[in-house]
C-alpha cells in the first residue's frame, strides 16, 4: 500500500498483486509494465520464484527486487533469479525516484 | 482564543512524535508516510498503519504458534514470516520492532529456539509498545482535527 502511494505521489499509475502468483497471472492476461517492484518475501510464490517464472515467460520489462535482506548471498540469489536492480526495505522517494529515472 | 485547543493539541502531537524518534521507536520512514498523507489522502497514516497492527499480529501469533510447538524445527517457515514482519515494519518506520525482528533472524539463522523464544518475548513487548503510543498519537490528532473545526459565532455588539 506504501509503495502504491508513492508511485501515485509521483503520478505513476500502477497495480498491485498480492503475491508472486498473482503477478505472473497479470503478465499471462497480456498487461505489460515498464517496471516490475517484486517483493521477495510473499506468499504462495516468492519473489524468487515469480522473477524466474516471468523471465521463463520472456518478460523484459525492468524487474527491481525489494526485500529486507542487506546479506550478499541473499541478493545474489535474489539478483541471479533475473533482477535488473535491488533495493533494501524500507522504500523511499528518492530511492523510488532514481529507479524511475533509469527508466525514462 | 479560537483555536487555542487545536493549538495545545498540535503540540502534544509534536511532543509525542519528538519522544518516539528520541527513543527510537520510530525513524524517519515514518515521516516518509506523513509526506503522503495530504487533503485528498488525511487519514493515510492511521489507515496505513492499521493494517500494519492487523498483518503484525497475525505473524507473531503464527511465530509464537510455530516456536511452542513441542517438536519445532522449522526455521525456514519462522525466517518466512519474521521478513514479512521486518519488511512491513522498516516500511511504516517501526525502528525497535526492526531492530528487534533482526536479532530474532539471527536466533533463527543459527537454529537457536532458546535465543528466539527471548526474541519474540522481547518482540511483542516492543511491538504493545509501539500500538499503544501510535494509537495515543492518533487519537491526539482526532481531537486535534475536531477541535480544529469548531467554529465560535463571531458577535457583533
Known amino acids: 500500500m506504501?509503495?502504491?502511494?508513492?508511485?501515485?505521489?509521483?503520478?505513476?499509475?500502477?497495480?498491485?498483486?498480492?503475491?508472486?502468483?498473482?503477478?505472473?497471472?497479470?503478465?499471462?492476461?497480456?498487461?505489460?509494465?515498464?517496471?516490475?517492484?517484486?517483493?521477495?518475501?510473499?506468499?504462495?510464490?516468492?519473489?524468487?520464484?515469480?522473477?524466474?517464472?516471468?523471465?521463463?515467460?520472456?518478460?523484459?520489462?525492468?524487474?527491481?527486487?525489494?526485500?529486507?535482506?542487506?546479506?550478499?548471498k541473499q541478493i545474489q540469489e535474489f539478483m541471479e533469479a533475473g533482477l535488473d536492480d535491488y533495493l533494501v526495505k524500507p522504500?523511499?522517494?528518492?530511492?523510488?525516484?532514481?529507479?524511475l529515472?533509469?527508466?525514462? | 482564543m479560537?483555536?487555542?485547543?487545536?493549538?495545545?493539541?498540535?503540540?502534544?502531537?509534536?511532543?509525542?512524535?519528538?519522544?518516539?524518534?528520541?527513543?527510537?521507536?520510530?525513524?524517519?520512514?515514518?515521516?516518509?508516510?506523513?509526506?503522503l498523507q495530504d487533503e485528498t489522502s488525511p487519514n493515510f497514516v492511521s489507515e496505513v498503519v492499521n493494517i500494519y497492527f492487523h498483518e503484525s499480529e497475525k505473524l507473531l501469533r503464527n511465530l509464537r504458534g510455530l516456536l511452542m510447538e513441542r517438536e519445532f524445527s522449522d526455521y525456514k517457515k519462522m525466517g518466512i514470516h519474521l521478513n514479512q514482519l521486518m519488511g512491513s515494519s522498516s516500511s511504516i518506520g517501526a525502528k525497535r520492532v526492526?531492530?528487534?525482528c533482526l536479532a530474532f533472524r539471527a536466533a533463527t539463522d543459527h537454529s537457536n529456539r532458546s535465543g528466539c523464544l527471548r526474541a519474540l518475548e522481547m518482540l511483542e513487548h516492543e511491538y504493545c509498545y509501539l500500538k499503544n503510543k501510535l494509537h495515543e498519537?492518533?487519537?491526539?490528532?482526532?481531537?486535534?482535527?475536531?477541535?480544529?473545526?469548531?467554529?465560535?459565532?463571531v458577535q457583533n455588539n
Open chain 2, 98 to 100: 526492526t531492530n528487534v
Open chain 2, 2 to 35: 479560537l483555536g487555542l485547543g487545536a493549538d495545545l493539541l498540535w503540540a502534544d502531537m509534536n511532543r509525542l512524535l519528538a519522544f518516539l524518534f528520541h527513543q527510537g521507536v520510530l525513524d524517519e520512514q515514518f515521516l516518509q508516510l506523513q509526506q
Open chain 1, 91 to 99: 522504500l523511499n522517494m528518492a530511492k523510488l525516484r532514481s529507479i
Open chain 1, 101 to 104: 529515472d533509469n527508466i525514462m
Open chain 2, 137 to 153: 498519537l492518533f487519537q491526539i490528532e482526532q481531537q486535534r482535527a475536531l477541535a480544529a473545526g469548531v467554529r465560535y459565532p
Open chain 1, 2 to 72: 506504501i509503495h502504491q502511494w508513492m508511485l501515485n505521489k509521483v503520478g505513476v499509475k500502477n497495480q498491485a498483486a498480492e503475491n508472486g502468483k498473482e503477478a505472473v497471472q497479470i503478465h499471462c492476461s497480456g498487461q505489460g509494465f515498464d517496471l516490475i517492484l517484486m517483493d521477495k518475501e510473499m506468499p504462495l510464490m516468492n519473489g524468487i520464484e515469480a522473477t524466474k517464472e516471468l523471465r521463463s515467460m520472456g518478460i523484459c520489462s525492468k524487474i527491481v527486487g525489494v526485500s529486507s535482506h542487506s546479506e550478499e
